[in-house]
T-cell receptor, first 109, second 115 residues
Framework: AQRVTQPEKLLSVFKGAPVELKCNYS??????LFWYVQYSRQRLQLLLR??SRESIKGFTADLNKGETSFHLKKPFAQEEDSAMYYC???????????FGKGTKLSVKP | NAGVTQTPKFRVLKTGQSMTLLCAQD?????MYWYRQDPGMGLRLIHY???????AKGEVPDGYNVSRLKKQNFLLGLESAAPSQTSVYFC??????????????FGQGTRLTVV
């Protein structure tokens, strides 16, 4: 079954430290994966998508098909990165998006 | 563009009352979704629709009903509200999976409290 797993509910780092938010997926076909971010009391918004191979706000994510992972990384965390991060898979049985449970990132000063 | 708009933004209900949450999108998206967001539970899919006139159950559909009479609107109904339905509700819309790069656009959320 299609599934997205984010093993960490909470990740706490200090400002300037590297950060990696983990995402693993289960999908039989060729996956399309995304990272969404939700800042405090705001709507969810797309952060980046794997097909674009882009870096947004210093974040990157590489699709590793061998490990079925799409981890989100940033070399130097900033306080404004504190937010809820959701990994999502474009692969539901009827084409719907499947979200992980989310990881709350807290960046301490 | 307005994107995805939810009404109302806040609501307090008494147990047993009913209400309807409205989601409207102006992007001509085929797919629309209703999620609830609870602390420690992340984003859970309630119901979704893959096109006008169609609806399907998500992960946590019990206690909710939906309708998609018009392509741009997706209604979420609570017939008899319970305290367990206290949550923040998000609507989202997207193109279908067949469009590469599909992303979901979210509404601003509805904070519902059932007392």
């Amino acid at each position: 079954a299609q599934r997205v797993t984010q093993p960490e509910k909470l990740l706490s780092v200090f400002k300037g430290a590297p950060v990696e938010l983990k995402c693993n997926y289960s999908y039989s076909g060729s996956p399309e994966l995304f990272w969404y971010v939700q800042y405090s009391r705001q709507r969810l918004q797309l952060l980046l998508r794997h097909i674009s191979r882009e870096s947004i706000k210093g974040f990157t994510a590489d699709l590793n098909k061998g490990e079925t992972s799409f981890h989100l990384k940033k070399p130097f965390a900033q306080e404004e990165d504190s937010a809820m991060y959701y990994c999502a898979l474009n692969g539901g049985s009827q084409g719907n998006l499947i979200f992980g449970k989310g990881t709350k990132l807290s960046v301490k000063p | 563009n307005a994107g995805v708009t939810q009404t109302p933004k806040f609501r307090v209900l008494k147990t047993g009352q009913s209400m309807t949450l409205l989601c409207a999108q102006d992007m001509n998206h085929e797919y629309m979704y209703w999620y609830r967001q609870d602390p420690g539970m992340g984003l859970r899919l309630i119901h979704y629709s893959v096109g006008e006139g169609t609806t399907a159950k998500g992960e946590v559909p019990d206690g909710y009903n939906v309708s998609r009479l018009k392509k741009q609107n997706f209604l979420l109904g609570l017939e008899s509200a319970a305290p367990s339905q206290t949550s923040v509700y998000f609507c989202a819309s997207s193109y279908s999976i067949h469009r590469v790069g599909t992303e979901a656009f979210f509404g601003q959320g509805t904070r519902l409290t059932v007392v």
